[in-house]
Nanobody, 126 residues
């Protein structure tokens, strides 16, 4: 059974940094990607970044390129999202998710991801 637990969210001022963690259990070779998504109140969930399980980063949303880095510690089955130069528009609930779809190899769409964590809140003040 897949279980994803996010942590590391909090409140920071604009320009600050946070590192989110996603501890994953139920790891399987069928996973094609592990992704980070976010959702602000009244807005749709949007993809932030993804990584190949045990491999390299896959995709970044344009609005985070150069500011966020996705990485993983295979020994701990944990995926990280290092967020720098945070902006107020980065605020929202951040979720990690896993996909078994080949489509996750070339796009960041929530529809392609099967299992989700409960999320961790990020608030960036100006």
């Amino acid at each position: 059974q897949v279980q994803l637990v996010e942590s590391g969210g909090g409140s920071v001022q604009a320009g600050g940094s946070l590192r989110l963690s996603c501890a994953a259990s139920g790891w399987t070779v069928n996973w094609s990607a592990i992704g980070w998504f976010r959702q602000a109140p009244g807005r749709e969930r949007e993809g932030v970044a993804s990584i190949v399980p045990g491999g390299d980063p896959l995709l970044y949303a344009e609005f985070v390129k150069g500011r966020f880095i996705v990485s993983q510690d295979n020994g701990k089955n944990t995926v990280y999202l290092e967020m720098d130069s945070l902006k107020p528009e980065d605020s929202g609930m951040y979720y990690c998710a896993v996909s078994t779809s080949v489509r996750a190899q070339w796009r960041l769409s929530a529809a392609d991801f099967d299992d989700w964590g409960q999320g961790t809140q990020v608030t960036v003040s100006s």
